[in-house]
């Protein structure tokens, strides 16, 4: 467990403003971090926090999936989507790829959603 994970918890009750500022300042020292990544994960969905849940989703997504943790690249998206059914990754390989594990795991609905209109937002792919 990461010690900031400890620290998190109590920020969030006292100072929901600084635990966010913690995390953002840690996510720069340690970018790839998965632990430090889902907890800024959970404090934008729980803050409702759309633009950047979506602005960090597009680069926790780029490691999950290039790391291959294929089962939390679905979670993130799903609960990224959860809040913007018209959410679309912005790199067309990397969606490809998040397409084809949401149909892996029988997903069909969130991968026709996903897909819709794709070939107007890469128009060269």
Do not use: C, W
Request: charged fraction near 30%; proline fraction near 4%.
């Amino acid at each position: 467990e990461h010690p900031l994970a400890r620290d998190y918890v109590i920020l969030m009750k006292e100072n929901p403003d600084e635990a966010h500022q913690v995390l953002t300042d840690a996510l720069q020292v340690e970018p790839d971090n998965v632990q430090l990544n889902h907890l800024m994960h959970e404090h934008l969905k729980t803050k409702r926090d759309l633009a950047g849940l979506k602005n960090h989703g597009n680069h926790f997504l780029r490691f999950l999936l290039n790391s291959g943790h294929e089962k939390e690249s679905v979670e993130v998206f799903t609960n990224i989507q959860e809040l913007d059914p018209n959410y679309k990754m912005n790199d067309i390989e990397l969606a490809i790829k998040m397409a084809n594990l949401l149909r892996g795991r029988q997903k069909y609905k969130s991968t026709l959603m996903f897909l819709e209109n794709i070939e107007k937002e890469y128009p060269n792919h």
